[in-house]
């Protein structure tokens, strides 16, 4: 009947531990529920990171090869202008953007 006691004594005292280690402990539901969320927005991150290195990437090959596409950059970037050609800067378009079209945010 001691046996008995002592094991059942025992079996409680496990299950308690378990389900402290189920709810509150570092490893328990709540951390593992944090950590696949962490994981899921790390992972939308790189795919994004890997968008833009996909970007630039081709940016790069074009400008090291493709002759218009660096002039229109230039010319659009930096206001540069052909002979007998004249840029007008409108004062509320932004410096980079010789369209004179606002931002969406304004």
Not at 57 to 75: H, K, N, Q, T, V
């Amino acid at each position: 009947m001691l046996w008995k006691r002592l094991f059942l004594v025992f079996i409680i005292v496990l299950n308690m531990f378990l389900v402290y280690r189920l709810l509150v402990s570092e490893q328990s539901v709540f951390a593992y529920l944090d950590l696949k969320a962490q994981y899921s927005e790390m992972g939308a991150r790189i795919a994004d990171l890997d968008q833009q290195s996909l970007e630039l990437s081709r940016e790069i090959r074009l400008l090291a090869s493709d002759g218009p596409y660096i002039e229109r950059m230039i010319r659009q970037e930096m206001h540069f202008v052909r002979e007998n050609e004249v840029l007008y800067l409108l004062s509320g378009s932004p410096a980079g953007d010789p369209s004179g079209a606002l931002p969406d945010d304004e």
